[in-house]
């Protein structure tokens, strides 16, 4: 291809999926990502939990986690010299109305062993014993370095020639000769293929291109950030959640995150976090522990973006040439990114999936169910 603003595959968004995209295809052909805001990662892939869980989600997300652990265990050098995982340890507790729940987590989850509420206790001296009616631990949550992994996979789309662009916003595309035409606020480039890594507004792109939206919610995810309870070593607490979803807290840097887990639907938009529905969370943390919440030291929100049926989008759309998805990955974009990068680049290239995840999960991730 000889025209300067002509590529092999042009990427819209820089956050976690765009990245490890182009990561895995930039030495394969030419390619650019084209990021809206200043910096990629400003959005969802910037604003995460940071947490690694083999079992969370379904079928496919736990077949994308798990193939993608022994990457996080042990990755290239020039992603990173240490591994991106480092031990957290993940309580999940049946509260009032949970034990159903909790046995049905229990049932189709591995590496998880049911505990007596004294050893949830024992674990986290704030929580109180007597909501708890029982309580799970899986020792195999961790977190994950969610920086050291974008960069890298930045740092390896760069190295092999990809091109960045940020302030980069794609404002129309479409097909003409063979190609696609996409307009930015610095003029036209073409490419041969799309990737549509433009999270939350994944859909609003594939209207630009003309195409029928598959669905995507994004979903609001709110976080507090409060001060470690007095004579705490917080950082060796697991993460600790309600089995169904109603709150959660984790260690962070000395302090304790709390989110009210909170999945509100709203447009795709720089989102905040909303003081009621943080209160709420925080009185659910409160009612959980003996501790009071006195002082909010911080707190943001991001939008974990979910296709109808929950699994991520990942895969050429039937109904247009050459229009690839890597949308839709929820909440579990981070700990995915790894077998899901090497997924796309698999489809795009025409290679083998089989080494990487079954073809059923293939089939699960493909856009052409959403086009009957
Ligand atoms: C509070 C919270 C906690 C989470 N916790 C975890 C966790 O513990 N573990 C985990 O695995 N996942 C977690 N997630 C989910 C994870 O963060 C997301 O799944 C992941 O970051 C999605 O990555 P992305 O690249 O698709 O989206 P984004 O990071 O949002 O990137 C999409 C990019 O596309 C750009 N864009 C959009 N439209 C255009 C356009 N027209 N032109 C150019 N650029 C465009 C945007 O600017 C944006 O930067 C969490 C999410 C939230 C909000």
Redesign the pocket.
């Known amino acids: 291809m000889s025209d300067s603003a002509t590529y092999d595959v042009a990427i819209?968004?820089?956050?976690?999926?765009?990245a490890g995209a182009g990561a895995m295809l930039a030495d394969k052909c030419r390619c650019v990502i084209?990021?809206?805001?200043e910096q990629?990662?400003?959005?969802?892939?910037g604003?995460?939990?940071?947490?690694?869980i083999l079992n969370y989600g379904n079928a496919p997300i736990r077949a994308l986690t798990r193939a993608s652990e022994s990457f996080f265990i042990a990755p290239p050098r020039h992603i990173s010299e240490h591994s991106l995982l480092s031990p957290r340890g993940h309580l999940a507790l049946a509260e009032e109305g949970g034990r159903a729940h909790l046995d049905a987590h229990l049932q189709e989850s591995q590496g998880l062993e049911e505990v007596s509420s004294e050893s949830a206790v024992a674990k986290v001296p704030i929580l109180r014993r007597e909501p708890i009616l029982a309580a799970a631990y899986e020792a195999d949550a961790r977190d994950?370095d969610v920086n050291s992994l974008h960069q890298g996979w930045l740092r390896q789309f760069k190295r092999a020639g990809g091109e960045i662009r940020t302030k980069?916003?794609?404002?129309q595309l479409a097909q003409k000769g063979g190609l696609w035409e996409l307009e930015t606020p610095d003029g036209t480039l073409c490419a041969k293929t799309v990737i549509n890594?433009?999270?939350?507004?994944a859909d609003?792109?594939a209207g630009l291109a003309g195409l029928t939206p598959v669905g995507l919610t994004p979903m609001r995810?709110s976080?507090a950030v409060i001060p470690a309870p007095a004579g705490h070593d917080v950082m060796t607490w697991p993460l600790v959640s309600d089995v169904q979803e109603r709150w959660y807290m984790k260690p962070d840097a000395g302090q304790l995150f709390v989110?009210p887990a909170d999945e509100d639907p709203v447009e795709p938009h720089d989102v905040f976090a909303d003081d009621m529905v943080l209160a709420e969370g925080l009185h659910r943390f409160e009612t959980a522990t003996s501790v009071e919440v006195t002082r909010v030291l911080r707190s943001w929100?991001?939008?974990?973006t979910f296709a109808p049926d929950r699994t991520p989008v990942v895969g050429f759309d039937p109904s247009a040439e050459n229009f690839f998805w890597l949308?839709g990955?929820?909440?579990?974009?981070?700990?995915?990114s790894p077998a899901i990068s090497q997924v796309a680049a698999a489809l795009i290239t025409k290679q083998p999936t089989a080494e990487i995840v079954s073809d059923e999960t293939i089939v699960a991730l493909s856009p052409a169910r959403f086009r009957n």
């Open positions: 819209i968004g820089g956050g976690i999926a765009g084209l990021e809206s805001e990629p990662g400003y959005h969802s892939t604003r995460s939990a940071a947490t690694f994950i980069a916003q794609v404002t890594a433009a999270g939350a507004w609003k792109v995810r976080i989110s929100a991001g939008l974990r949308a990955q929820g909440g579990y974009g981070i700990q995915t």
